[in-house]
């Protein structure tokens, strides 16, 4: 195990190397460019303009542009960016943590949830209660998440005002400990059901679909034969291996789990990652907008990496060599 984690680490390094010159040059290419965001309609002279332009080192040939980015790349620099004027994996660590917080919760519900939902439904397929359970999973599948939310906002936040709709916390309150702690999770409750709702969906019917595949087996068989209950015949015996299709799937919607949040944190103005990825690419910020991919693929690849070492967990007959 050690050597194949070795091994995809140094896969990652040509990964990362080919998809950042992709991502570089179609950035670069893409009608717009951060002077006309910074400059505005201030109505300054070509002169200014041409300067601006050579600060940032955007009057340079496009490959001396990308070469120069990959040696600061790989010297851990991410650069400055272009708008805020600081340092990119300052920022990107500043709002780390809210776009985790908001991430963690919702793969906690959505897996916990579809899960739940998809061997309830798996013990007692067509049913009134797995028809019920369809027809919701089928429904929240298809909303989409930027509709979703602002529903969720017209609800509960407007027309109710039960729950907050805008922000991490409430700046004019100036919460403190409990009080701070319970103030996050209100203003919690709306983007994580937004991102919760639409990612247990596909858990639960592939949950379903593969528990069903699973309890025909002999292995299953042998257990209700041994006189064991039903829940430890299903939980024990048939869940553990049918969660391996779940496992396949959860690693790889990570990527889109990350375009979930940038349209969540965009319509819930929640201050994490997906909000600051909307405000570079609105200002045209290639630093910003850089260093976010780079961010994103590396945990990409990590979350892969760590779907692959599950399996082997959760089946012992798995082994990488």
């Known amino acids: 195990m050690t050597l194949y984690l070795l091994q995809r680490l140094l896969y990652l390094v040509p990964l990362l190397l080919g998809a950042v010159t992709i991502v570089f040059v179609l950035v670069h290419m893409a009608p717009g ?7 505005g309609e201030s109505g300054a002279d070509k002169e200014m303009i041409a300067r601006l332009t050579a600060d940032m080192g955007l009057d340079r040939p496009l490959y001396i542009q990308l070469l120069r980015y990959l040696g600061q790349v790989a010297t851990g620099n991410l650069g400055y960016s272009f708008v805020s004027n600081m340092p990119v994996l300052e920022l990107i ?8 917080l908001l991430m963690a919760s919702q793969l906690v519900f959505s897996i916990s949830l579809g899960v739940g939902l998809g061997v309830l439904s798996a013990r007692r397929p067509n049913s009134l209660l797995d028809n019920s359970i369809t027809v919701f999973s089928l429904a929240s599948f298809a909303v989409p998440v930027f509709w979703l939310g602002q529903l969720l906002i017209l609800g509960f936040g407007y027309y109710l005002d039960w729950l907050p709709i805008q922000g991490m916390v409430d700046l004019r309150a100036g919460y403190t400990g409990l009080d701070l702690v319970l103030d996050v999770a209100r203003h919690m409750v709306l983007p994580v059901l937004t991102l919760t709702l639409y990612n247990l969906a596909l858990i639960l019917r592939l949950t379903r679909g593969s528990m069903l595949e699973v309890v025909g087996q002999e292995y299953v068989k042998v257990a209700r034969a041994k006189g064991l209950s039903e829940n ?9 291996n049918a969660l391996l299709p779940v496992v396949t799937v959860v690693g790889l919607e990570f990527r889109a789990l990350i375009a979930g949040a940038v349209l969540t944190e965009t319509v819930f103005a929640w201050p994490g ?5 909307f405000d570079a690419i609105h200002a045209r910020d290639y630093p910003l907008l850089m260093g976010m991919f780079i961010f994103i693929s590396v945990l990409v690849a990590v979350g892969n990496l760590v779907t692959d070492l599950l399996y082997a967990l959760l ?7």
């Open 33 to 39: 460019n951060p002077v006309d965001y910074i400059i």
């Open 93 to 100: 660590l500043d709002r780390l943590p809210a776009t985790l």
């Open 232 to 240: 430890t015949v299903m939980i024990k015996h048939a869940l553990r």
């Open 273 to 277: 990652l997906g909000r600051l990825t």
């Open 315 to 321: 089946d012992p007959r798995i082994r990488y060599r």
